[in-house]
Nanobody
């Protein structure tokens, strides 16, 4: 069984910083692309940033230059450094990964449970 567990959310003032972490665990053979999504109250879940196994990154325009996505050395941990936070960044942030479990030939997509980020004005 594969699990993604996020941590690091919280309440911060405008202009502040937070660092989100996501740890992948379980029967993992290989992790391909990983990503952070966010969902504000009453809105759809949107991609924030993504990173390939080769560490190529991509960002949505609204966070480029403020957020940085990275992976740990063992490639099973995902981070999102968020700087210069704005009230519009308030959302539940979800970790997402394409993972091939041990004993399978297919990659499946997995989600974490989410972590709340609230930016006060």
């Amino acid at each position: 069984q594969v699990q993604l567990v996020e941590s690091g959310g919280g309440l911060v003032q405008t202009g502040g910083s937070l660092r989100l972490s996501c740890a992948a665990s379980g029967n993992i053979f290989r992790i391909n692309a990983m990503a952070w999504y966010r969902q504000a109250s009453g809105k759809q879940r949107d991609l924030v940033a993504s990173i390939t196994a080769g560490r190529s990154t991509n960002y949505v325009d609204s966070v480029r230059g403020r957020f940085a996505i990275s992976r740990g050395n063992a490639n099973n941990t995902l981070y999102l450094q968020m700087n210069s936070l704005k009230p519009e960044d308030t959302a539940v942030y979800y970790c997402n990964a394409d993972i091939r479990p041990i004993g399978t030939i297919r990659t499946s997509n997995y989600w974490g449970q989410g972590t709340q980020v609230t930016v006060s004005s």
